[in-house]
Each structure stands twice: as C-alpha cells, then as structure tokens.
C-alpha cells in the first residue's frame, strides 16, 4: 500500500509537470477555434461588398461546413458539449460564408477548386454517410469513424486556402489566399499541436501540425508575392 502510494504521488506529481505556457495554450485551443470560424468573415463581406468572388476558392467555406458537421456530429455521439457546441457555431458560420459565396459566384466556374455542384455534391455525400454512420452503427464505432474522417477534413481546411497555389504562381499575386484566415490558422494551429503533444495525442496534435505548416506556406505566399498588380479586395 505504502509503495502504490508513493507511486501513485509521483505519477500524479508527473502530470502537473507541463509548463505553465503549454497549460495556457490548452486553455486558450478552443477560444481561438472560434476566431477561425470568424476570420473568414472580412473577406466574404469584401466578396459582397465587390460582388465578385475574384480568383477566391470556395474550399475554404465548403470544407468548413463539412468539417464542423463531422466534429459536431462526433461531439454529440461522444456526449461532449466542448466538441460539439463549437462546431455548431462553426457550421452555421460555414453555411453562411458557403451561401454568400454562391451568390456571387460564375455558374461556370470551376477554380474552386472544380465547380459549384460538385462542391455540393461532395458535401451531401459526406454529410449523408456521416448520418447513416450514426444511426446504423454501435455508438463507439460511429464515433470512431466519424473522428477518423473528421481528423482527414480537419487537415483538407487548414490546407484549403493552397486550392488557389496554382493561380498564386501564375498570376504572382496571393489575393486569393484569405489573410485572417491563415493568420487565425497559423495560432490556433499552433496552439492545439503544442495541447496535443503535451496529452501524447495523436488526433490532436497531428492535422494540427500539418495545419500549421500549411497556414505557414500561405502565409509565406502572401508575404512573397503580395497582392501583385491587380486591383486589391480589402482585407
């Protein structure tokens, strides 16, 4: 008794041993997960303030929506309000800026990256699967599932604003790539793999992680190349 004691004391003591910076970034993870539901908001307002979408990719916003129905889905199976109360209000927050982008943009499109209704397409299907995952599995396994996937996601909407690397290059202007969506990117990215790493969780830390070297590359865009020649959408 007296040896599972003194064990039990130390291995409690070993968990309070983080540093007090990294017990802040933990606190502060999910404060910042809101801001990057809101970053986007500039540049959609610029999109209906111009009525053109410009050479902006709709992956940001359609990614968004997916994703926070996955991880708001997951939270609910998981019976964790910190999971899916954020992602409630991240999906309405991608819906909106998804909606706005319609609105202005070419039926004819297909930068985005692809065209409008595949973007649909893709996020119905997903959405769907997702649902029947829900209601035809053992909770446990459909939340094992829908996490799996929402981790995939996580990654594909850090990483969506480089859709657009290919017009960047070519046309040697970065007004395409969001600047408060990358800079809320590049924090909360930042935050959430030094939470992750410090728990020894792998679902946390690693599309964190590729996240952040992702907002880093855009934003290393923006700094090289700017916003060119062409006429600027406020940001």
């Known amino acids: 008794m007296a040896y599972g004691t003194v064990v039990g004391g130390a291995m409690a003591t070993a968990v309070k041993t983080s540093p007090e910076w990294v017990t802040a970034c933990g606190k502060a993870a999910p404060l910042i997960s809101s801001g990057v539901f809101l970053s986007p908001l500039p540049t959609v307002q610029n999109i209906i303030r111009e009525k053109s979408v410009g050479n902006l990719p709709l992956l940001p916003y359609s990614s968004m929506c997916v994703n926070s129905f ?8 998981k019976k964790d309000p910190k999971v899916w109360f954020p992602n409630a209000f991240g999906l309405f927050c991608g819906f909106n800026y998804f909606y706005q982008f319609k609105n202005y943009c070419p039926k004819n499109a297909s930068n985005l990256p692809g065209t409008l209704s595949q973007h649909v397409q893709y996020s119905f299907v997903l959405v769907i699967s997702a649902l ?22 996580c990654v594909v909407l850090f990483a969506s604003p480089l859709s657009a690397l290919k017009s960047v290059i070519q046309t040697k202007c970065a007004k395409s790539i969001p600047l408060p969506f990358t800079l809320t990117c590049i ?4 935050l959430w793999t030094v939470y992750g790493i410090d728990m020894g969780d792998f679902n946390i830390y690693f599309p964190n992680l590729l996240g952040l070297l992702s907002s880093l590359a855009q934003f290393g865009l923006i700094l090289f190349y700017g916003n060119g020649n062409e006429q600027q959408l406020p940001i």
């Open 187 to 190: 924090l909360n990215c930042f």
């Open 70 to 77: 996955m991880w708001m889905t997951y939270g609910i199976l």
């Open 132 to 153: 029947f995952a829900a209601a035809l599995l053992e909770t446990h396994k459909a939340a094992e599932l829908i996490g799996k996937v929402a981790v995939v996601l």
